[in-house]
DNA sequence: GTAGTCATGTAAGAGGTTACATGATTAG
DNA sequence: CTAATCATGTAACCTCTTACATGACTAC
């Protein structure tokens, strides 16, 4: 139930509408936590119905209403409740290692390919969080300011310090998936130079002779 | 559809039953996909189905019987034109990152708590990753060596490398996730030594003053 | 007027988790 | 005889993805 928690947690800088959330949870560069609008929407509702939230219905123009969110005591004893909860660790499945795990399936083009496109979205994602980071830093992220001017001075550095920390988990990660992709890059070079042959080669060429 | 995927490339070492399918994607270690026995037995069914897979049905005993899964020609093909096809990136989502994130609405004991965890957790798993790459290394896993027998020696050493390169990838993440929960650890002890407040304490002590 | 943004939904389906359920075989 | 292992399923539920759907407001 991450969703409802990362709802939660955004909500605790500002109350905001279901969309504005869209925003921050659509984004290419999805803050820690990424969702369709078709998820939001409904869980909203659900959280409503629970008592986490409460909605305000504010007329928009002539005809249209919005409804902006606000969390409340309950939600935010759940979002502390679900903070103080260990997360219990179950084995991930990553596609991607999957894949390399069985490329003498493949060929060297399709195999090199793959590769460089995750030292691509690796490389690009790195930028992104090291972006961020610095953002931070410069207070120049409009939710976090807001959320600083929520609360006490003393707990500021904490808020900062625990922001940048997540986001640099995503930026040691990136870096080790980067660095893996080269290796995987060196093993295909290495592996092509000796002409070892990968049985997806055939395959590739159903017309070839 | 990675399931499907990572059956075939199990089925490709040798014919194997549900039953021994289900140990090597339920084990705690489980090879690079995992998937409980109530995923497996309806995925080889539809497998069947869709022509991917032959099956021989085996006697066992007097009365009982057991399903022994091939992969055919049909199967082959549909790996190998996944291997060779890009897996597209998108966001994903990581609950200890996102917890991380807002540790301010937990307390100094739960936070150390859950990145101990994530510590242990890691630590695990990098010595369990390592002992595979070393029994890699000796040929100590029988699944691999029956793949070997089965292939010509020039493409054992492709066979080898690619295997090992995916393990060598979970060794660089869970390297990264280790750094990062020293990280996080140093974080905590630092803030807490300046005695910055955490807003989840009030919470933890409802009965407190 | 019209394009872009604001705003909010529903529905079908894939993939995964947990629990329920059953029964034969084998080793002690 | 009894416990462990072999063997194979189903069902309910949750999460996430993708697509379908609608309409008001605002700036040009």
Excluded at 79 to 103: C, G, M, N, T
Excluded at 125 to 149: F, K, M, T
Excluded at 185 to 194: C, G, I, P, S, T
């Amino acid at each position: 139930m991450s969703l409802r928690h990362a709802l939660l947690a955004t909500l605790t800088a500002q109350p905001m509408t279901g969309y504005e959330l869209v925003k921050y949870f659509d984004g290419s560069v999805a803050y820690v936590w990424s969702a369709p609008h078709s998820q939001i929407y409904p869980e909203l509702r659900r959280m409503e119905r629970d008592g986490l939230v409460t909605v305000e219905v504010v007329p928009r123009g002539e005809r249209a209403e919005k409804r902006v969110y606000s969390i409340n005591e309950a939600g935010l004893a759940e979002l502390q409740r679900w903070e103080q909860a260990p997360i219990p660790y179950q084995s991930d499945r990553d596609p991607y290692r999957l894949k390399v795990a069985h490329f003498e399936q493949s060929t060297y083009e399709a195999a090199r390919s793959q590769l460089e496109a995750h030292l691509h979205h690796f490389t690009r994602a790195l930028r992104e969080w090291e972006q961020i980071l610095a953002d931070i830093d410069a207070r120049r992220v409009s939710l976090l300011r807001r959320r600083l001017g929520q609360r006490p001075e003393e707990e500021h550095e904490a808020i900062i310090a625990f922001r940048k920390l997540a986001f640099r988990g995503e930026v040691l990660k990136a870096r080790a998936e980067i660095a893996w992709a080269e290796e995987g890059l060196a093993v295909l070079d290495e592996l092509q130079a000796k002409g070892v042959p990968l049985r997806g080669e055939e395959f590739a060429k159903p017309a070839g002779h």
